[in-house]
């Protein structure tokens, strides 16, 4: 049991973490200025005990009364969608943002865990992508608002965790799915199971030969708490080794929503990665942690989600 601040707690991640946290005892203060996030997302924790909310920009000074065990840095614009409309916003949570919150972590005696991002590997030429693998970024391309924010973040957590002695964890998150997401994050999952819940057509950019991991939100959660919970300082993958093309996503969503919609392809967005598939060798023999959840359950369970929600 302990305090722990959440950045970015009414955002699709943040918000699993803080009924995660919560459900395990912790006391939990949420940080968030609702510029991607989303209030409906924590308010049925409104009134709990342990829990509280507080509007603000991490980008800003922080201050936050009382102890604090744990700080968890998710604040971020994370679809492309947000990050291209908000690249300056996403410079700035990623390092003003990381610089305030660490220096919290440094006044309060805390543990510091940051969220980074498999954006870090770029457009990867080594595969899968290990810890180790630098990536292979363009930090002059319209992605890099993102991709460099995330890699100035796990820096200067380090440099914090060296100079000055913080205790630091690192998640690598691979694209995650799950309940809470929101209809227009520009995802390639929630795109695709909103348009085949609409009956509309699903849009694929490119050939649709790129591939990706999807991670279902639980097991990531699981995956994060399992690192925060460890003495793991270095940069660890979460997400899920099974790996595949949009196009494939495209099959699988239209038959667990029963869609009849067509396919249609768009041009390629510049920088958008050919393959993304994590290695999770060093979660599996740290934290025991590796993915239960398969795509076409975690599927079902968020396409149940979004019908509730858009009142399908």
């Known amino acids: 049991m302990g305090r722990v601040v959440v950045t970015g707690g009414a955002g699709f991640l943040g918000s699993h973490l803080c009924d995660a946290l919560l459900a ?7 940080l968030d200025n609702l510029v991607s996030g989303d209030l409906r997302n924590v308010e049925h924790l409104f009134g709990t ?7 603000h920009d991490v980008s800003n000074y922080i201050w936050v009364p009382g102890p604090v065990d744990v700080v968890l840095h998710f604040a971020s614009p994370a679809s492309p969608k947000d990050y291209l409309e908000m690249p300056i916003q996403t410079l700035k949570v990623g390092s003003l943002g990381t610089h305030n919150t660490l220096g919290l972590a440094k006044d309060k005696g ?4 940051l969220a980074s991002t498999s954006e870090v590997y ?5 595969h899968p992508q290990t810890e180790d693998y630098w990536g292979n970024v363009n930090p002059v391309g319209p992605r890099g608002v993102y991709d460099e924010a995330k890699r100035f973040a796990e820096a200067m957590t380090m440099a914090y965790h060296r100079y000055h002695g913080i205790d630091v964890r690192i998640v690598r998150v691979f694209n995650t799915y799950g309940p809470s997401m929101r209809p227009d994050d520009g995802r390639v999952v929630s ?9 509309k057509p699903l849009t694929v950019y490119g050939d649709g030969s790129q591939s990706r991991s999807f991670c279902y939100v639980d ?13 793991l300082t270095q940069p660890v993958n979460i997400g899920n080794p099974d790996e595949f093309t949009v196009l494939e996503l495209a099959e699988v969503v239209k038959d667990v929503t029963r869609s009849t919609s067509e396919v249609v392809f768009e041009p390629l967005p510049v920088d958008d990665p050919a393959q993304r598939r994590p290695d999770i060798g060093l979660a599996r023999e740290h934290l025991g942690w590796e993915p239960d959840v398969p795509l076409r359950e975690g599927l079902v369970r968020t396409a149940d989600w979004f019908r509730r929600t858009l009142g399908l």
């Open 219 to 231: 097991d990531e959660i699981r995956g994060i708490l399992a690192l925060l919970d460890s003495d």
């Open 24 to 30: 395990r005892g912790d006391e939990v203060v949420v």
């Open 191 to 199: 795109n695709f199971l909103v348009q085949a819940l609409q009956g």
């Open 110 to 113: 805390a543990r510091f865990l």
């Open 49 to 55: 005990e342990g829990f509280q909310f507080v509007r």
């Open 122 to 126: 770029g457009d990867p030429t080594e």
